[in-house]
């Protein structure tokens, strides 16, 4: 017995299930020895585990072990195990025998009638006392009282069901595990078969063929002091609840995560960053708890209205650096400032250490608070009063940008820093993009203008080549008394000074071309001065090396300046000496010297002054209106040839431009990507169940950009309503969907659509306003400030801004339940259920709980049944309030167990508080207890 002690005290077993042969001989011992001598002090429970020998036989020819654990619960549990035992009964040569020590002794005896020994007959009995699985099953089916309080367990190795001959025993195994409610084995991939986990083997199906998942449980099977409590491969056995027998049915329905075979329990990876116990002082009446122990995984707070629920949460928030909100109107400490003042909290934390703050000025002073509090009021606010998503987008955003390393953070402290940093230069592009588009919107429109006058140039050309011909027609009256060689002599030296007078024309237009050259120039020069200055001072903030940023800069020539004023004042000479001047030496082929001809020829045309008078006069006329023809045929040639090339050059421009702005969003798209690729990686890591996904692209606002339109229509004109609801037809139908695809073909496809629509050449003179320009018309068409690009996060499918306020509830809580992974410190939720129903918390949020818990302490206060009893609440504190005559507050109390903890009678224990407590309860845990299972375990 001793030897029995020490080692159970040495391997800290809390829990001993104590095997005997068919009897309770052994159970009996220790358990007077515990009762009756104090002995065993260390160990919390003692578990009667029956063991018997069962037909049919193993391939090795031995019999079937079966296990039968009884709860030792009630007082008189021996006498009733034993009332039972004697009637499982064994039929032997015709006389059937019970499973008790005196039959036992008979039937030995009757096998080996030399057997005198009563001790000797009754052991061999018991081995040869081997019943067929059928008698135990009908001898368990009727007895009520130990089918209600047994456990039946399997053995799973050679001497259990894994022994049977493969070859005609696979349904009487089947069998034998349908009414089995768990596996003896330590052997891992047994335990992943019966729980679902193998691949091949879902959950569904191992329920279809065994009615329930089956836990596995170990045992160290020492028949030798030496080996007790050792099993093998140091594959002990963890259960995890209150160490009664019903703490481990629990496992039953908690198969999976409430038992654990292994070196050592699991355990959360980081326990210094587990809340311990609350301890209160100078609380002046208001708590009659002055310490609050707390578990490492979910601890639940349940209790009526007014209880100090949310008291629990914002004390350890309080304690932990958790800034308060003093405005809010849910917050336990500013409903109860008045009379909380002095009151002392105090946290200890899993690694030993302590933290405190007094209230309610005195809070722990920290640079990062030491939990995650979802308070009432911020998932109410991000619930309901966040219309638009984005304080839930922030929120996750501040998550992603969690997930991203140092390198990755590039020095910036959140995430829109980061990310307006990335998209700096990108925003540099497409607003010099934007700038250009503006200059040539007025380029077309200055191309456009001059070939509008083509058909006026045309009629204009011929009517004066019409008056030409008229004139002409009156020359040979005006001839008759002129000298033909004067005239022949006049006409060219008047051909002679148009041609003069175009050279000039020619040269003043380069000259001027010249200086508004040397202008764009000196302005480039400035701006890209100023522009490559920022830069470098960009790189230098960058730590790049000053004599690389130096050569960044683009090299001037020192002498263009000057190259380009002598080109001007070549063309100023080459005009001067064109022109010809009165006191300079007179040049024949000057306007001056020609004009000088012009005259003298003039006096000498003609004899009479009449005659001469009316000659010159047609020939000016005719010289005049054939100079304006040629002028309008080479005008009109120069608009066929090199402006309308020029306009449709321009025109692909401005296309090729617009969709350089989508180039520019493409690799903003690509940047931002990449940004959230961490959180895209977690999301993808958390496989199915993660109902969370993000989606990159643009952002439309085509409403906005329509309604500015509206200034360019007159509604007075004909067709200019048809007009607009075809350009709006046309941009819901084809362009919207082409810049959400950011497809620069179907962009290029769908816009060039669209401008012919729109014919911005002839829109302001058929649809528009006196007001209306095509270049205003045009800045509007190439405009692409209703284009953004943006992420959109989505949660089962849905855009966050779309959700509704119960289902953005439930993103917010798997936000910080699974995608803040690397985040370990508690997790304070208070009441997030107001907008759930109960379906959305059981099927959308407590496999999320269930999987965070495992990874961090969640402390959940809460009204919904599902929200405790479905995610398995590892601790279940109650408060409770009384409201003494002697102070204006209450005095609240808290009182915690598992949800195990059962107490029969007028006593209330945790599951009864919660079903009394939460509506819905008992239907909780009827749902937990056939979750994994056809028939009531």
Known sequence: MTEIETAAAAAKISVIGVTDYMTLDGYEKLCAEKKTNGRLSTVDLLIPNIEFRMMPQTADGKALNLHLLIDPSEDDHIDKIKRALRNLKFDYDGQPYGCCREDLIEFGRAQDPLLADDDAAYTFGIRQFKPDRTAIKKWLDGERWLRSNSLIGIANGKDGISGLPLDGFGAVRDEIL????????????????????????????????????????????????????????????????????????????????????????????????????????????????????????????????G???????????????????RKSQSSFITKGALHLSGTKIELEWGGGDRTEGVLTDSPLSSTRPRVRYLSQDFVERLCSSDHEGTELQKAIEDVVFAKLDEIQKEGYSSFGELRKAREAASNIQKEALRGELATLHKEVDRLQEAIDQRGSKIRAKAEVEKQVEELKKQLPDATQSVDQKILEELEKQQILLRELEEQIANRSRRRRTIEGAIESYGAIKKSTTQEVAKVGKQLLDAAVAESTVQKIGPTWAPDVDDLLQKEVEKLDAEIVALKGADGAPLNPLSVFGVQIEIARLKELVAK??????????????????????????????????????????????????????????????????????????????????????????????????????????????????????????????????????????????????????VD????????????????????????????????????????????SPGTRGIALLVLYLLMDEDDTRPLLIDQPEGNLDNSSVYKQLVPYIRKAKKRRQIILITHNPNLVVATDAEQVIIATAERPTTQPYPCLNYDSGGLEHSVAGTDMGVREAVCLLLEGGEDAFRARENRYSLVQL
């Open 178 to 305: 349908k009414w089995s409610h768990f596996v003896f084995s330590g052997n891992p991939r047994d335990r992943e078969h019966y729980l679902g986990l193998k691949a091949g083997t879902p959950k569904d199906e191992i329920i279809r063929q065994y009615r329930s998942l089956k836990p596995c449980v170990h045992g160290s099977d020492a028949h030798e002091v030496e080996p007790l409590f050792k099993p093998d491969n140091e594959r002990f056995c963890w259960v995890k609840s209150d160490p009664t027998f019903h703490g481990l049915r629990q496992i039953l329905w908690e198969p999976e995560d409430r038992v654990h075979i292994g070196t050592l329990p699991p355990q959360p990876s980081d326990h210094s960053q587990q809340i311990r116990r609350i301890s209160l002082s100078n609380s002046s009446g208001w708590f009659a708890t002055d310490s609050i122990e707390l578990n490492a995984g979910l601890v639940a707070v349940i209790g009526e209205k």
């Open 307 to 325: 209880a100090g629920k949310t008291a629990v949460a914002d004390l350890s928030s309080f304690a932990s650096g958790y800034p308060m909100d």
């Open 608 to 757: 009479d002054e009449v005659s001469r008078k009316r000659l010159l006069d047609l020939q000016k006329q005719i010289a005049e209106r054939s100079a304006n023809a040629e002028r309008l045929a080479k005008e009109i040639l120069n608009l066929d040839e090199k402006v309308t090339r020029a306009l449709e050059k321009q025109k692909a421009k401005q296309v090729d431009l617009y969709l350089d702005v989508f180039k520019a969003l493409s690799a903003d798209e690509a940047g931002l990507k990449e940004l959230y690729s961490p959180m895209q990686d977690a999301i993808d890591q958390l496989g199915e169940e993660m109902q969370f996904s993000v989606s990159v692209g643009y952002q439309i606002d085509a409403k906005s950009w329509l309604d500015r339109s509206a200034r360019f229509f007159d509604g007075r004109r004909v067709g200019a309503e048809a007009k607009r609801e075809e350009i709006e037809r046309i941009v819901e139908t084809k362009l919207v969907p082409a810049w959400k695809s950011g497809d620069l073909e179907n962009i290029k496809t769908a816009f060039e659509e669209f401008l012919a629509a």
């Open 760 to 803: 911005i050449r002839s829109f302001p003179e058929k649809f528009g306003t006196s007001k209306s320009s095509r270049v205003e018309l045009s800045d509007w068409i190439y405009s692409v400030d209703h284009i953004e690009l943006s992420y959109k996060i989505h949660y089962a499918g849905t855009e966050l801004e779309y959700l």
